[in-house]
């Protein structure tokens, strides 16, 4: 790997990258969830669950495909379902079920090179906190919507459902004050984050949300492996349209820093990244 494979892989691609070997890298890599890191979006499975998956999803559609503002619409399908605590963190399953292939190969081989990787999501905080965790992301690096519960919806008399103040049963009453509520959530939180230092970052999601959030950040990958949206598709500086995460590592990652990739299976996924971009996989839609 410390030759021009990479350099080559991406001028057969597009003919619009003359010195690809200087690549700098990334050192902030934030990552959407639903439909990016997990192949299903968390309100369109508790939507399933209650029976109103297509009205739910008609509405996650147009959010994120631009067409509503997402603060029009989150409060409103969350009331219509009315979940439970107990609903809601039942969704964790349903993520790593649904995992996108490569997400933890990706993500660890990332932190051996010491990145700091977050995830910024729009979805719910008890179930996308857990998901993150398990795939080695540190909690407080996870970024999503807490919600409140009404503490006199079910059985509420009944103290033995109590466990340390988290009864199951309790319905949903309202989301948190937070930006992430809203289409321009992500730019305020990545902001916050990134703060005064200089570091280069890296944003990669299937939504308008994220388009959104590209002026503060180096690089907006499109993940169309999941979902294929048109305008992510041809707005995003690139595009991921195969169903695996294995692109982003070459992505985020300088020319220098490959070699450096000891463990064979991070070797294997990088391997199996720049062979999706020689694979027409990867689209670029700016020249770097």
């Known amino acids: 790997m410390c030759g021009s494979p990479f350099f080559l892989v991406f001028i057969g691609v597009r003919n619009m990258i003359p010195q690809w070997q200087d690549w700098p890298g990334f050192d902030f890599i934030f990552f959407d969830c639903d439909s990016t890191l997990s192949a299903i979006e968390g309100i369109d499975e508790l ?32 009331q219509l379902l009315n979940p439970t605590r107990s609903e809601i963190k039942e969704l964790v399953q349903s993520y790593r079920e649904a995992v996108v292939p490569d997400a933890e190969g990706v993500i660890s081989a990332l932190q051996f090179l010491g990145k700091e990787v977050f995830i910024i999501s729009g979805g719910l905080l008890a179930a996308v906190r857990p998901f ?75 939504g ?61 996924i990088l391997q199996k990244g720049l062979s999706m971009m020689a694979g027409n996989e990867v689209f670029f839609n700016k020249s770097f």
């Open 132 to 206: 993150g965790v398990g795939l080695g992301i540190p909690a407080q690096n996870i970024r999503a919507v807490d919600v409140h519960y009404n503490n006199l919806s079910g059985q509420w008399w009944d103290y033995q459902q109590d466990l340390w103040g988290q009864r199951p049963d309790v319905n949903y009453m309202n989301p948190e004050i937070t930006p992430l509520i809203e289409t321009q959530g992500k730019t305020q939180v990545i902001r916050e984050l990134l703060g005064d230092h200089p570091r280069r970052a890296m944003l990669i999601g299937d």
């Open 208 to 268: 308008v949300s994220d388009l959104v959030a590209r002026s503060v950040v180096d690089l907006l990958v499109g993940f169309g492996g999941v979902i294929s949206r048109q305008r992510v598709a041809h707005e995003a500086d690139v595009f991921i349209k195969v169903n695996s995460l294995a692109p982003v590592l070459p992505l985020a990652l300088s020319h220098q820093e490959h070699a450096k990739l000891i463990n064979p299976t991070h070797q294997a």
């Open 47 to 78: 939507a399933r669950q209650k029976g109103k998956f297509n009205e739910v999803k008609k509405l996650t559609d147009a959010a994120m495909d631009g067409e509503v503002h997402l603060q029009s619409v989150y409060d409103y399908r969350l």
